[in-house]
């Protein structure tokens, strides 16, 4: 048989799957060495042959799916990116594109391979350490000896257009739908549903697993379910309702290049489908198991951490911005599962992670971690019992371990759903990996199984008395909460004002409704006005009430929460400082007494209704104060409709309307019909000018090259921008830059030390001829120093230094045009600038005094950030550079900010007006941009 790693034959267009595997790890869970140590042989009702030695069996291996990455136009240059990378190879075939070097991936002899540092980067270095150790000590008595396989012994190789593990035998993703339907037809234990696709576009899968009679009867006990939930407090009880089962999620492969867990679902699906062993019919009668199989099926397939967007998805359930987290997130709403269990790697020895806090101001953490805590023991003895393999239970010694703020991973995610959350790290990346999760999961399985009713009075007592939101935090005052109020209990409301002027970005707030929704948060519109903080709000503004069983969800999502304002900010888990309201620019409105008005549910956001001005127009404008509008403005511009920018602001009658506003040429029957379509597709007000602007410079499409993080690249995509993804590398091999207008980088790192000489040269030669610079955090201010262009210097905060700040925005610059002069921006290893020279126009500073809101900054009082430039631009020459010390789109999560980086663009594409002084340049400086 082929070893681990090692390629095997691809027949494309083969019938079916050569599955000579049987059913103990039925089609792939077959683990070599370690198979003695399996217990539970398949039952003799099953269809299937038992395993035989030799894992998968010796004919060939058929791949009936032709699963990949597809590669958008114009991103990827086959020369380009193979003449960058020497040794390394780009695959394609057809719309295939996997570049196996781009992640720290080479190749030998044609073969890609994997260092142990980059298969590793997760854990840091004292896990490092732990699993240099693991490689040369003998495994548990239990399972066969011998070290764990390293890169050296098993390269992973592309088979099948997928990149398996090099450490054993794993299960390729486009084996995985064929699988599941396989079980589906000869089991009557199970349902298989696509729930979604990911962003790569492969499906999602989640299989329902109960007894049959369970099955047969699904909707009656989701209703019965959703009754209790919805009034804990006053709905059945668990007598009344006898013995509904209860759904409990088990999620897999949230990393790519964390095999194990997907083997060790689809085993534990092998299980429950066929087994019919007493300990496996308690679990079926008294459980609804949910199991998501892969829920990053892209990584999977390119052996990378990420999805093929570049995000951790275990990192964004407070933003759901991807398509793998929104369809979890439906899950999770749809059912409210009693517990959660997460599959991960890799931590040495195997990790239980119980959510767990300290005791909120409902009291209610100690009747919610003590089931948390015994589950984690019971998972620990059962991974003991069955492999002989030992589990840290995380919070061991430090009960803050696990904590539960910033929700943004899934198992402190589904703590707000009410759930029991386990996260599990694997302590090997072969086979005893997949051994190890699935021992430790069969145990939460019995646990709850043993005591389901218990674990279900005291779920429904949490939701009824609601959760801790956040930790202990000065409580917002009326109006939209930063943290300066005096502590008190939560809001008995929120109210979210749909429409401007008392909402500041209609479009953020109806997409915040919608998330609200998507999770099982009940919104309201009223039908009548409310009078609250002197305000008073009409008709139609959505109103969130606290007595509800999601109300510790909903403050979660709601709160501006100020949180700490130090301490050690070195954890990978911190995702400290995330706030949907300050970063998303929406206006929330905390309401402290009940409200007794008339109010419809919603089941969506309305739409963001739009309005165009009457009478003649010569031309239309529209402000720069919304996502949407970028996005209109950037497909204008796509299908050649003129649009330009008014530099100065602009007086009609009575009105003034801002700098930076867009304008359309108006006069004719296309400019009114635009006009309308800006108004009703894109929610956008049109005010009708009696002239073309004297000022208006016209826009045009630009060619972004862009080195810069996930989150700016996705920002960027969203908002309609050409961006073509460059590298340090491609420059050195002497990548072809004239064909772009601007060089956007982003991150802590120092993009412009990886250039060598001859890179920096064609940097410098870019810049030379007018090309411009959007440079982000320490690497963009890297290139400017090492460019020479802005005379300026800069100080930064430390690596790990996280959070929200307050910022002073000059609402007549063009890269803050469009914001209020009091704003919020998010900074990730902050950086400021101490000296901004001649030319230099600063568009936004760090506020003055306390301008730390939320997160974990240990020394921001004595950084001497405060007052200090923290966005800037000018000119050098001919050349447009702006410089920001915020992270204007992390993680994809800060909206409010995407404007930024637009607004930049804009600005260096347009020339500057000719009057000395003004933020915008003057036309001696200015930048016609490339044309060819």
Request: net charge negative; hydrophobic share 40%.
């Amino acid at each position: 048989m082929p070893a681990a790693g090692a390629p095997r034959p691809c027949i494309a267009g083969a019938p079916g799957l050569d599955r000579g595997p049987g059913t103990q790890g039925l089609f792939r869970g077959g683990l070599g060495r370690a198979q003695s140590a399996r217990p539970n042989p398949p039952s003799k009702g099953s269809p299937f042959p038992p395993r035989r030695e030799g894992g998968r069996g010796d004919g060939p291996h058929t791949c009936p799916e032709r699963w990949s990455l597809a590669c958008p136009q114009n991103e990827l240059d086959p020369n380009a990116l193979t003449a960058a990378r020497p040794g390394c190879t780009l695959y394609t075939d057809g719309l295939v594109c996997a570049d196996l070097c781009s992640r720290g991936q080479g190749t030998t002899e044609g073969a890609p391979t994997m260092s142990l540092r980059t298969r590793l980067t997760p854990l840091g270095l004292p896990a490092l350490v732990a699993f240099g150790l693991a490689l040369f000590l003998p495994a548990s008595a239990t399972l066969a000896a011998g070290p764990v396989p390293g890169p050296a012994d098993h390269a992973p190789q592309l088979t099948c257009g997928e990149v398996p593990s090099a450490f054993y035998d794993s299960i390729l993703y486009s084996e995985v739908g064929p699988t599941l339907r396989e079980i589906e037809s000869h089991s009557n234990r199970l349902r298989v549903e696509v729930i979604g696709q990911s962003a790569g576009g492969r499906n999602l899968y989640l299989v329902t697993l109960s007894a049959p009679e369970v099955l047969a009867r699904l909707g009656d006990y989701q209703a019965a379910r959703r009754a209790m939930l919805q009034e804990p407090a006053s709905g059945p009880s668990v007598a009344q309702v006898g013995d509904v089962p209860v759904p409990i999620l088990i999620n897999a492969g949230t990393h790519g290049d964390e095999y194990p867990g997907v083997d060790a679902a689809i085993r534990l699906i092998e299980r429950l489908a066929f087994d019919d062993g007493a300990e496996t019919q308690q679990v079926l009668v008294n459980e609804i198991l949910l199991i998501h199989v892969v829920q990053n099926p892209d990584g999977r397939v390119l052996g990378w951490h990420e999805n093929a967007a570049g995000f951790d998805l275990d990192r964004d359930f407070l933003t759901q911005s991807q398509p793998e987290v929104q369809a979890m997130a439906r899950v999770l709403a749809e059912w409210s599962p009693l517990a959660v269990v997460d599959l991960h790697g890799f931590m040495s020895p195997t990790h239980v992670a119980p959510c767990i806090a300290a005791p909120g101001p409902a009291g209610s953490w100690e009747a919610y971690s003590r089931w948390t805590v015994a589950q984690a023991q019971a998972m620990q003895a059962a991974l003991l019992a069955q492999t002989g393999l030992d589990a840290q239970i995380s919070f061991s010694g430090a009960p803050e371990a696990q904590g539960a703020w910033p929700p943004v991973s899934l198992a402190t995610f589904a703590m707000y759903h009410g759930a029991y959350g386990q996260t599990l790290e694997a302590g090997y990346e072969d086979e005893r990996g997949v051994d190890a999760l699935y021992a430790a999961t069969w145990g939460a399985l019995r646990f709850v199984a043993q005591n389901r009713a218990a674990m279900l009075r005291d779920q429904l007592d949490l939701l009824a008395r609601g959760f801790p939101s956040a930790p202990e935090a000065a409580a917002p005052a009326e109006g939209r909460g930063t943290g300066d109020g005096a502590a008190a209990s939560p809001p008995a409301a929120y109210i979210i004002p749909a429409e401007v002027p008392l909402q500041e970005s209609p479009h953020e707030a109806a997409r915040l409704v919608d998330l609200l929704l998507r999770n099982g948060v009940r919104v309201e519109r009223s039908r009548e006005p409310v009078a609250v903080g002197g305000a008073i709000y009409p008709p139609g503004s959505y109103l969130v009430r606290m007595d509800q069983p999601k109300r510790s969800l909903a403050s979660g999502l709601l709160w501006a929460w100020a949180g700490d304002e130090g301490g050690d900010s070195s954890s990978a888990h911190l995702a400290a400082g995330w706030s949907l309201p300050l970063l998303w620019g929406v206006t929330e409105v905390a309401v402290r007494e009940p409200l007794a008005l008339q109010a419809e549910p919603v089941g969506r956001a309305g739409p963001v209704v739009g309005q165009v001005g009457e009478g003649p127009a010569a031309a239309y404008a529209y402000l720069p104060t919304s996502n949407e509008a970028i996005r209109a403005t950037n497909d204008l511009l796509g299908r050649g409709v003129e649009v330009y920018r008014a530099l100065a602001p602009l007086r009609d009658g009575g009105r003034e309307l801002a700098a930076g506003a867009f304008i359309v040429p108006g006069g004719s029957e296309e400019a009114r019909a635009v006009a309308s379509e800006l108004a009703g597709e894109y929610g956008l007000i049109l005010y009708a000018l009696p002239a073309m602007p004297a000022d208006a410079r016209p826009l045009r499409r630009a060619r972004l090259a862009v080195s810069a993080s996930e989150g700016v690249m996705w920002a960027l995509r969203s908002l309609g921008f050409d961006v073509v993804p460059i590298s340090a590398r491609q420059i050195n091999a002497g990548l072809d830059l004239s064909g772009y207008d601007l060089l956007v980088v982003s991150g802590g790192g120092d993009f412009w030390g990886a250039l060598g000489p001859q890179g920096a040269e064609a940097l410098r030669a870019f810049f030379a001829a007018g090309r411009g610079l959007v440079g982000i955090g320490r690497s963009g201010a890297m290139v400017n120093q090492g460019a020479a262009l802005l005379d300026l210097d800069f100080a930064t905060g430390d690596y790990y230094d996280v959070g929200i700040l307050r910022v002073q925005a000059d609402p007549a610059d063009p890269i803050t045009a469009g914001y209020p002069a009091g704003s919020y921006g998010f900074a990730s290893y902050p950086l400021w600038f101490t000296r901004t020279g001649s030319g230099v126009v600063t568009s936004a500073r760090i506020a003055e005094g306390d301008f730390f809101v939320s997160g974990s900054w240990a020394d921001w009082r004595e950084s001497g950030a405060a007052g200090k430039a923290i966005v800037v631009h000018g000119r050098a020459g001919a050349t447009p550079v702006a410089l920001m010390g915020i992270e204007p789109a992390s993680r994809g999560h800060p909206a409010l900010t995407f404007r930024l980086l637009a607004n930049a663009i804009y600005s260096a594409l347009v020339p500057a007006p000719t009057h000395p002084g003004s933020p915008w340049g003057n036309d001696q400086q200015g930048w016609t941009g490339y044309t060819g």
